[in-house]
C-alpha cells in the first residue's frame, strides 16, 4: 500500500464490521446511516475492498458515481465506471461504480449471477414496497422509468433473480422519506422504526450528528437569529409528496419586501467567510437573489443549467474564485466542497431530512475552517440533533419526546408536548421495542398506547386498523357508528369543540367531578365521577383516564378532584360524543377519539383542527 492510502476513523471501521457480520449470517437487505460529511466513500470502499465476489455500488448522480470510484482506487486497486454521464461504459472488473440510470437500460450486462453485493449510496430514494409494485412490467412487456427511485426496484429485482442471495446494502443520512417514514424496520438499538414491510429491514450501524461534532469530525453548525424581517411560510400546507409545490412557494417570496434586506445582511456576514452557499425557494426567487448579491462574485446553479455550465461553475466556487452559490433544489447530495463555511436558507421544508441535508453542505472540515455558520430566513423548525421520529409533525409546536412502555421498558421516541421535563401529550400508538423470548426469536413490543378493541375476541388493534389482527374479524368504522347515530332520533351526536372539568355536588352533598362536552353549535351532554374511595378511583382511571389520557402510558393515579383538576391539561377532547335519552335525560354511550388517524371523512370541530 502507498502513503496515501485512506486510514479509516474509529466509526467508519466499527460500520464496516458490523456490515460485514450481519452479512456472515443474513441476507437481509442493510441499512447504513452516516451523517452529510462522515465520509460515506470511505465505508463504501472498504467493503468494496474486502468483498470476495463481485459488487455494484449504485448512485443516483455522477458525482457520487465518480466521488466513490476515486476512494476506492485510492487503495490502489482499479474499478469499472458504468456511467453514461461520465462518459464511461465499462462493466468487467470485480468491482462496478455506477448511475442507476445507465444500469437500469442495461441490465442484461449486470444479471449474469456473478453480483454478490448491491451497495446504494443515499438509499433513501429506494421506494417502499408499494411502490416497488408500480415499476413491474406492464401487459406489453414495457416498464415506466419516470422516477429514479423506481428505477433502483427495476435492478435489485433483476439481480437478485439472477442471484437469489444477493446482499443489499443502503448508505444514507437520511434514514426516512418524507410522508412515509423510516426506510428501515428495525434498528440494532432494539427499536421498531418503520412499517413490517420496509425493504431495509435493519439499520446496522448509525453514527449521530452531534457525536461527529464533539470528537472533532465535523465543523459546527452555529445558528444565527436574522436579525432582519424573513418570509412567512406559515401557512404553506405539503402536497401530496410531502413538500411545498413551487406556485406556492413563488406566491410568498416574488419580489417580496424582505429579500433585499435578507441578501444586504447575508453579504454583511458573509465578511471573512470562505464561501456560501445560498438555497432558494424557486428559480424567479433565486434570480432576484443574484441581482442582489456582488457583481462577479456569484453564480446560480439550478436543475435547468446546463451540465458543462454547471460543472464549471462549481469547479469556479471550489476554486474560490466566487464567493457565492445560489441554487434551487439541487446541491444538497454528491456535493463536496469543504470550504463552505456559511449556509443561507430562504426557502422552507416539510422534510427534516432534506434540512439536514442543506446544512450538511457546510459541515465538512477545511483548512482556516472553524465552523459553519447557518442563517435560516425561512422559519424552518428543524433541530438538526434532535432524534428523528420518522412521522410527519402533527403540529408546529410538537418535539420528540420520550416515553417508556410500561411493558417492556423501551424508551421510545413519539412527537409529543411537554411541561418542563414532564411529558403531557404524545402521539405514539404502539411501543418500539424490540422484544426477544429465550429461543432468541424476536417481535415487536406488544403493547399500544392508543388502540381499539375487537367486539368478537378484545383483542388491541392499531387505531386505524380496518381488521382484527387476531380473528380477522371486522372492526367497526368510525363513520359508521355516526352514521347508524345520525339516523336515530333518540340519539345526539356531539361535534366536540371544547371539554370542561368543574367540581360540584350530588343531591346529596357529595363531591363529584363533571366532565361537559361543549358542541360548536352549543349543545352540551355530561358525566359525573367520584373519586372518594379506592373502587371508584379505579372505575375512574378504567373508564376516563384509560382514553382520556393524552400522554398514555405514563402513570397518573389522581386520588382527589383537586388533582384531577390541577394536572387536566394532562387530558384530551373526544372528536364526537354520541349520547342516547333515556327518560329524560341524555346518556353518553360512545366517545371517538383519534378520528382523523381512523380515516373519518366528517369534519371535526373547527377548535379541533
Not at 352514521?483 to 345526539?492: G, H, M, S, W
Not at 384531577?564 to 335519552?581: E, M, N, S, T
Amino acid at each position: 500500500m502507498t502513503s496515501t492510502t485512506p486510514t479509516l476513523r474509529p466509526y467508519q471501521k466499527e460500520a464496516v464490521t458490523r456490515v460485514i457480520s450481519h452479512f456472515r449470517h443474513s441476507d437481509d437487505p442493510a441499512v447504513v446511516v452516516l451523517p452529510t460529511g462522515s465520509g460515506k466513500s470511505l465505508v463504501i470502499a472498504d467493503l468494496a475492498r474486502r468483498a470476495k465476489g463481485r459488487v455494484l455500488v449504485l448512485a443516483h448522480v455522477r458525482e457520487l458515481v465518480e466521488q466513490n470510484h476515486a476512494k476506492y482506487e485510492a487503495y490502489g486497486v482499479k474499478a469499472d465506471i458504468y456511467s453514461a454521464g461520465l462518459n464511461a461504459r465499462q462493466s468487467e472488473r470485480q468491482v462496478v461504480f455506477a448511475s442507476v440510470q445507465s444500469v437500469v437500460k442495461a441490465l442484461p450486462r449486470f444479471t449474469t449471477g456473478e453480483f454478490t453485493l448491491l451497495v446504494i449510496d443515499e438509499c433513501h430514494r429506494v421506494p417502499l414496497p408499494d411502490e416497488r409494485a408500480r415499476t413491474l412490467p406492464n401487459a406489453e412487456g414495457g416498464v415506466r422509468r419516470a422516477r429514479k427511485d423506481g428505477m433502483y426496484a427495476e435492478v435489485i429485482n433483476a439481480l437478485r433473480q439472477a442471484n437469489p442471495r444477493l446482499k443489499v446494502l443502503g448508505l444514507t443520512a437520511t434514514p426516512y422519506r418524507l410522508g412515509q417514514g423510516f426506510l428501515y424496520h428495525r434498528h440494532y438499538h432494539g427499536r421498531v422504526c418503520g412499517a413490517e414491510g420496509c425493504f431495509f429491514r435493519q439499520c446496522v450501524f448509525e453514527q449521530p450528528l452531534r457525536l461527529m461534532v464533539r470528537q472533532g469530525y465535523l465543523s459546527p453548525p452555529v445558528r444565527v437569529d436574522a436579525a432582519v424581517e424573513g418570509y412567512d411560510f406559515s401557512r404553506l400546507v405539503p402536497s401530496a409528496q410531502g413538500d411545498y409545490t413551487e406556485k406556492a412557494l413563488q406566491g410568498i417570496v416574488d419580489h417580496h419586501r424582505a429579500t433585499p434586506e435578507i441578501i444586504s445582511e447575508v453579504v454583511a456576514r458573509a465578511q471573512g467567510r470562505q464561501g456560501v452557499m445560498i438555497f432558494a425557494a424557486t428559480i424567479p426567487h433565486a434570480e432576484e437573489i443574484m441581482a442582489l448579491l456582488p457583481e462577479g462574485e456569484a453564480a446560480l446553479v439550478t436543475g435547468k443549467t446546463p451540465l458543462r455550465e454547471r460543472t464549471d461553475i462549481i469547479e469556479r466556487f471550489k476554486q474560490k474564485s466566487l464567493r457565492y452559490l445560489v441554487n434551487v433544489a439541487v446541491l444538497t447530495t454528491g456535493f463536496d466542497a469543504p470550504h463552505v463555511d456559511m449556509i443561507a436558507i430562504l426557502r422552507p421544508t416539510a422534510s427534516i431530512g432534506l434540512y439536514q441535508q442543506i446544512v450538511g453542505r457546510g459541515l465538512r472540515l477545511a483548512p482556516d475552517k472553524e465552523d459553519c455558520v447557518i442563517l435560516d430566513y425561512a422559519g424552518n423548525p428543524w433541530d438538526l440533533y434532535a432524534p428523528e421520529v420518522g412521522e410527519a409533525k402533527p403540529a408546529p409546536d410538537t418535539e420528540p419526546v420520550q416515553v417508556i412502555c410500561p411493558q417492556c421498558e423501551f424508551a421510545n421516541i413519539f412527537w409529543g408536548r411537554r411541561d418542563g421535563e414532564f411529558v403531557i401529550e404524545h402521539f405514539g400508538r404502539r411501543c418500539q421495542g424490540w422484544c426477544e423470548d429465550d429461543s432468541g426469536e424476536g417481535h415487536q413490543c406488544t403493547f399500544r398506547f392508543r388502540f381499539k378493541s375487537c367486539p368478537q375476541c378484545g383483542e388491541e388493534n392499531d387505531i386505524a386498523a380496518r381488521q382484527c389482527h387476531a380473528c380477522q374479524a371486522r372492526l367497526i368504522d368510525p363513520d359508521d357508528q355516526l352514521k347508524a347515530a345520525l339516523k336515530l332520533r333518540d340519539a345526539l351526536v356531539l361535534r366536540v369543540s371544547g371539554m370542561q372539568l368543574e367540581a360540584t355536588v350530588n343531591g346529596k352533598g357529595l363531591p363529584r367531578l363533571r366532565v361537559t362536552y361543549h358542541d360548536e353549535d352549543g349543545a352540551t351532554l355530561s358525566e359525573w365521577f367520584a373519586l372518594e374511595t379506592s373502587a371508584q378511583r379505579h372505575v375512574f382511571q378504567e373508564v376516563f383516564l384509560s382514553r382520556h389520557m393524552a400522554a398514555p402510558g405514563i402513570p397518573w393515579s389522581p386520588a382527589s378532584l383537586d388533582e384531577v383538576l390541577a394536572d387536566q391539561h394532562r387530558l384530551r377532547a373526544p372528536d364526537f360524543v354520541i349520547g342516547r335519552k333515556v327518560g329524560r335525560h341524555w346518556q353518553i354511550r360512545e366517545k371517538l377519539f383519534d378520528y382523523a388517524l381512523q380515516g373519518g371523512r366528517y369534519r371535526r370541530a373547527a377548535s379541533a383542527q
